[in-house]
C-alpha cells in the first residue's frame, strides 16, 4: 500500500490538464521511470499532435516466456481541476480511508494499482502468469484521438496483444462494450432584420421553436433504442438504450436584432452494435426534413466516434473470474455509457474490456477514491498477471 500511495501522491502532483496538455512530458517521465524502476522494460513513444504540442505515451513490457500477452491500458492527463476544491487538487489530502485529488481515481488511481500489482508480482514467489505489456497515454479526457488513437493509428504494433484491460473505470461491474457517439451542429438560416421590423423578415428564432420540440421526438425514439447488452446500474434500463441531448444554442448579438443564424450543438449516443455513420444519416434526414416544414435551411457538420462490442468469450471469462474473486460476488458484462479508450484497442482486433479503479465524483472538484478501491484494483491486476496473486492485505 505504501509504495502505491506513494506513486499516487507523486502522479497527481504533477497537473496534466488535457486541455493545456501540461506537462506530459514530465509526467510520462516519471511513469516510465516508476515502470523501469520495479523491473519493466520501458520506454516513451512520442508523436507531435496537430497543435504542434508533444503527445508522449509510456510502453512498458514484462515477459514471462508466456503464449499469452495482456496489455492494461491507463491515461495520465486529467480534466481541468475547475473551481470550488476546499482541498488543493494537486496534493492528495486524506480523510479516514478517502483519498481526494484530481486524478486520484481517473485516471492515476489506475496507473498506481497497476504498477503496485506489477510490483508485487514481480518480486513475489510465482513469477508471471502472462506476458504484460502496460501504456499510460494521454488525451483520453478529450477524446483520445491523439492519445491512444495516434498509437493504433501509427504504432499498431505497440498494442499488439491477446487482450486488453483498459483500468479506467468502475468497480461494480465489467464492461465488453461502449457506446459510439454522433455529435456536431445543426445550422439553421434563415432572414435576419431589425426587431422593430419583423413584419418584414419575420423570425428564424420563433420557427426554430417547434423545429427544436421536433428534435426531442427524434430524443424519445432515440430513448427507446435497446441494446442486446446489459447496462450499468440506472433509473431507466436494464439494457443499454440510446440518447440524443441538445447541448449548445449559439444566436444572436443585440435585443433589437433579429439574428439569421442558430447553431444548435447535439450530442448522440449509439448503441455499440450501431454504425454512428448510418445513425448519423439517419438523424440528417429526419433533421432536414422537419427544418423544410418550418422553413427553415439547415446545414449539418457531423463527427462520429466508434463504439465497440467484444464478444470474446475466453478473455471475458478470464476477466469475469479475476474481478469476481477480488469483488467477492457475482460480476457480469455490460456497456460503459460513453466511449472509452478500449473501443482504439478493440479496432485492431483485439478482445477489450474496461474494470477498476473505482472512485466517486470524478471530474468534480470532490474527486476521491478510497484505499480498499486501490487495493481491489492491484489484486484484480495480480490475479491476471501472477501465478500466485496471494491474497488481500
Ligand atoms: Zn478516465
Redesign the pocket.
Known sequence: MEYMLRVLRNLVSINTNAVDKANYAECASYIDSEASEIGMKSRIISFKGSDGKIRPSVLAEASANAGETVLFVT?FDVVPEGQGWKTNPFSISRKGNRLYGRGVS??KGGIAAFLAGVKEALHGKGGLSRNIKFLAVCD??VGGDEGIGLIAKRKPRALASDFCIVL?GHLDYFSTACCGIVRGWITLKGKGGHAGYDFQTGNMLHNAIPFMQELLEYRHARHRKRSSIDAPKNGVSKKIFGRFNITILDAGTQFNVIPSELKIGFDLRTLPEENPGEIAHEFRRFASLKARKHSLKAGFDFRFVHGYYTKNKKYAGIVKSAAEEVMHRKMHPVSSFGATDARYVSTLGIPAFNFGPGGKNVHTNTESITLQELGKTKEFVKKIIANDPGGED
Open positions: 491515461h481517473d485516471d483520453e479526457e479506467d
